[in-house]
């Protein structure tokens, strides 16, 4: 195929595609606009073809050559183990280890030593365009995620008088939005120069030849390349040493998918340095065999996590005698990396390994139709953060409740894990600490079980609540303390 280029880097360009077998994204080259055409290159640019060859030849044409299904091996034929999860120190029963991991936490977020890192997702939410972020999880004032997520790291910082940095991590077609949304709130009362938004990287979308699907002339089917990308991210040249520099020893990663995140956590940061870990990571009880939940497995000695997809039916549905699922901790993507981990994975030249995810995905035929196919024809490249923990000498999971800590939103309406069973988890934390914190509050119980919202800013937990409220408030009606509706 003759595509006529002008410049040398851009004739180098199309002659790598061709050598990786990927002409083909140049059909219909002369029918593209200058503009398409210089995107297009763009795109092809910024493709590590050497690595997208090997990721198609281990999960595609291996496994077929062998006689196996394509995509990500997985658990397959590994013999797994349930991971036990530790329990954090209790302050009556493990006073003395209670104490001195608490106290060894609240050093370190007020010394500045944690940065935080959040996985936004990315695509939306079909049917809705706006980023996972925008979504209104407030169940009395419909704030959304990014300002709940922005108001908890305010009230962190508040408590222990400091200024963290915070990395918000997104896919690249929603950056602008949730940057236009930090400014156009003054980034939640948040330091400009502490909070960045970045984008995750893409890996190209293959059909099960190989080939690089395109979503109309020119223009290529690009997925993100899994949260195990950001923290490939936090490896790259540069950024390891100016953490160090600024005296960063913990870096606190969580999903920004879920509103009942608890980052002011000391006690399980604490426990994290006292133990010199290198990872830990935070479980809840697994209670649904159907949870597309990762588990929290041993495998040949090693401690990691296994996709739901990636579980064998006989370990994802086996239970004890009590009746608990044997594989049940369940990973709530809460995890905290030594920096001095990260140097060491580094310097070792350590890398995630990419899983194959066999997905439907529309794309343009040869003939220029768009084709929406009933069954997985693709495969996307994805790599896990908790992959991480296979690289780790120490690693640990502690597992913390469910309704005090998890409760993500995956879709928009209906079902488990949408924005209406957030609300109403959010609403019944804020419950219960309320009843915690005052027992005088009797509401209406007439009108079925009231929304409760507590602001971060008004109190992040209910030992807070109780030093802050000074009468119960009012019986009836939804409950807002903190913020305006």
Known sequence: MSIKVTTEAEKVCVAKAEEAGQGHLFAGWDALGAEDQRALLSQVQRIDFQLLQRLVQQHVQQPLEQGLQAGSPGARGRVLQPAAAARLPDPVADREEYELSRTLGEYAFR????????????????????????LPVGPVSGKSLFQLLAEKVQALNRRYRVSLRWTIVCHPDEREKVAACFRANSYFGLQLSDVCITEQDLLPVVDRRGKILLSGPGKMVLCPNGHGGIIHRLLDEGRLEAMESAGIRHVLYFQGDNPLVALADPLFLGHH?????????????????????????????????????????????????DGSLVFSAANIGVHVFAVEFLRRARDEGLHLPFHALERATPYVDRRGRLVRPSRPNSFRFVAFAFDALLWAARAEVVQVRREDEF????CASGGPCSLETARRDLSRLHAR?????????????????????????????????????????????????????
């Open 407 to 410: 409760s993500p939103v995956k």
């Open 433 to 485: 600490w309320l009843r915690e914190a005052c027992p005088a509050w009797r509401p209406d119980e007439g009108g079925g079980e009231p929304s409760v919202e507590i602001a971060p800013l008004f109190a992040m937990d209910a030992e807070e609540l109780r030093e802050r409220l000074q009468e119960p408030p009012a019986a009836a009606g939804p409950v807002l303390l903190g913020g305006r509706p």
């Open 111 to 134: 010394n500045k030593e944690v940065m935080l890192v959040t996985a936004a997702g990315g695509g939306g939410i079909p049917p809705l365009p706006d980023p996972l972020g925008l």
């Open 273 to 321: 340095i006292k133990n010199q870990s290198e990872v830990t990571s935070k479980a809840v009880a697994r209670v649904d065999p159907a949870e597309r939940v990762g588990v929290f497995c041993r495998a040949n000695g090693s401690l990691g996590v296994v996709e739901h997809s990636e579980l064998a039916p006989e370990n994802r549905e086996a239970r004890a005698a």
